[in-house]
């Protein structure tokens, strides 16, 4: 079994930066991706990012192309989302998520079975 736990989160100024992490541990060839929804208030799931294995190919939503950036750390089975030049509307739940196949519907959130916890990013503006 898989278990994805995420670590970073926390508070930080507009136009500041944060790096959260996602720690992958037990079976996980299963799976093909991992990546990053996050979740606002009263508000939808939103894909953030993702990271293939076969490729290295990194995937990002709209509003955080250019400002966020998502890698993998082979040795630590660890993926990392580092984010630069947040802004208010970045504040949201972040969860670390993973897929044992990755394709045309990355961007939903019924693409990955795997969710870590979650980590709470705020950014004040």
């Known amino acids: 079994q898989v278990q994805l736990v995420e670590s970073g989160g926390g508070l930080v100024q507009a136009g500041g930066s944060l790096r959260l992490s996602c720690a992958a541990s037990g079976r996980t060839f299963d799976y093909n991706a991992m990546g990053w929804f996050r979740q606002a208030p009263g508000q939808e799931r939103e894909f953030v990012a993702a990271?293939?294995?076969?490729?290295?190919?990194?995937y990002y939503g709209d509003s955080v192309r250019g400002r966020f950036t998502i890698s993998r750390d082979n040795a630590k089975n660890t993926v990392i989302l580092q984010m630069n030049s947040l802004k208010a509307e970045d504040t949201a739940v972040y969860y670390c998520?993973?897929?044992?196949?990755?394709?045309?519907?990355?961007?939903?959130?019924?693409?990955?079975?795997?969710w870590g916890q979650g980590t709470q990013v705020t950014v004040s503006s």
């Open positions: 990271y293939t294995w076969s490729g290295g190919h990194t």
């Open positions: 998520v993973a897929a044992r196949d990755f394709g045309p519907t990355y961007r939903h959130s019924f693409a990955y079975e795997l």
